[in-house]
């Protein structure tokens, strides 16, 4: 399973390679939409890269309630745990 590092190191690379995000904007605490100027169809390209590297299929609804980079690690660490 992957530790949290890798989940978020993972993550970082996705939201810099797909989205062009500064790297320096990306922490823990960083609101996906607010701070990092992700959109509802960036959300929907990054879950689909998601289930890429979780190598699982899981709903958008599973994301709803994320805000924060930290919502997606959660989220993400609770998917590989299943």
Same mark, same amino acid.
């Given at each position: 399973? *992957?530790?949290?590092? /890798?989940?978020? /190191?993972?993550?970082?690379?996705? =939201? ?19 701070? =990092? ?6 959300? &929907? ?5 998601? *289930? ?13 309630? &994320?805000?924060?980079?930290?919502? &997606?690690?959660?989220? &993400?660490?609770?998917?590989?745990? /299943?």
């Amino acid at each position: 399973m *992957q530790s949290r590092d /890798e989940i978020f /190191e993972t993550l970082r690379g996705y =939201l810099i390679e797909m989205f062009e995000v500064p790297p320096a904007k990306i922490t823990l605490d960083a609101r996906l939409y607010e701070d =990092l100027d992700l959109d509802s169809i960036d959300a &929907v390209d990054l879950i689909v890269k998601l *289930q890429e590297f979780t190598r699982r299929k899981f709903k958008a609804e599973e994301f709803k309630t &994320v805000r924060h980079v930290r919502d &997606v690690i959660d989220r &993400v660490e609770s998917i590989l745990a /299943e």
